[in-house]
T-cell receptor, first 120, second 112 residues
């Protein structure tokens, strides 16, 4: 069964360093997402990406964050200058459809296993 | 915010019992989905119910949707120890960008 793959599975970094988290979505999916989950807390939406541009972003997704789909297969999340509070599990997800409109397919998300980011 | 919120926050039951989790949301939706998360792992899609549906079944799962009350419930029948996980409802609105929002989740513990 197709799956979303994420690397690295765990990254430890010093505060102020740049981090890039990588994701390979399912090949025929068109919609891509990043979420984060601080330990034991809710799954928070960061950003969605469609047609090579950001579709929507949350308040968490400030100027320190960026996303890119550099080569048609990878989907990356960059944090320019990490803070202690960026420590979390970051999940990439993709979906084939948007879920909009009655004739549209459903926006079922397939998640990767996550990248655990620890900022020291 | 369209966020779904689940209750209870945590639920502990014996194997074989039924588990019911509830979810409320705030805005109009196209569909509502339920996902499961084993500790520290990615979320897995369980079931989707469209806004024009009232009830849906999948194996031991039964989902209901009441759009007038903006609420949904997930029933797991004849629970097993392997059902121990966190369960999240998720909603996507009709306007704005493409965004699926997850509730805070219900942590289910099924005792063998």
């Amino acid at each position: 069964e197709p799956e979303v793959t994420q690397t690295p599975s765990h990254q430890v970094t010093q505060m102020g360093q740049e981090v890039i988290l990588r994701c390979v979505p399912i090949s025929n999916h068109l919609y891509f997402y990043w979420y984060r989950q601080i330990l034991g807390q809710k799954v928070e939406f960061l950003v969605s990406f469609y047609n090579n541009e950001i579709s929507e972003k949350s308040e968490i997704f400030d100027d320190q964050f960026s996303v890119e789909r550099p080569d048609g297969s990878n989907f990356t999340l960059k944090i320019r200058s990490t803070k202690l509070e960026d420590s979390a599990m970051y999940f990439c997800a993709s979906s084939e459809f948007s879920g909009r409109g009655e004739i549209s397919g459903a926006n079922v998300l397939t998640f990767g296993a996550g990248s655990r980011l620890t900022v020291l | 915010s369209q966020q779904g919120e689940e209750d209870p926050q945590a639920l502990s039951i014996q194997e074989g019992e039924n588990a019911t989790m509830n979810c409320s949301y705030k805005t109009s939706i196209n569909n509502l989905q339920w996902y499961r998360q084993n500790s520290g792992r990615g979320l897995v899609h369980l079931i989707l119910i469209r806004s024009n549906e009232r009830e849906k079944h999948s194996g031991r799962l039964r989902v209901t949707l009441d759009t007038s009350k903006k609420s949904s419930s997930l029933l797991i029948t004849a629970s097993r120890a392997a059902d121990t996980a966190s369960y999240f409802c998720a909603t996507a609105g009709n306007t704005g960008g493409f965004k699926t929002i997850f509730g805070a989740g219900t942590r289910l513990f099924v005792k063998a």
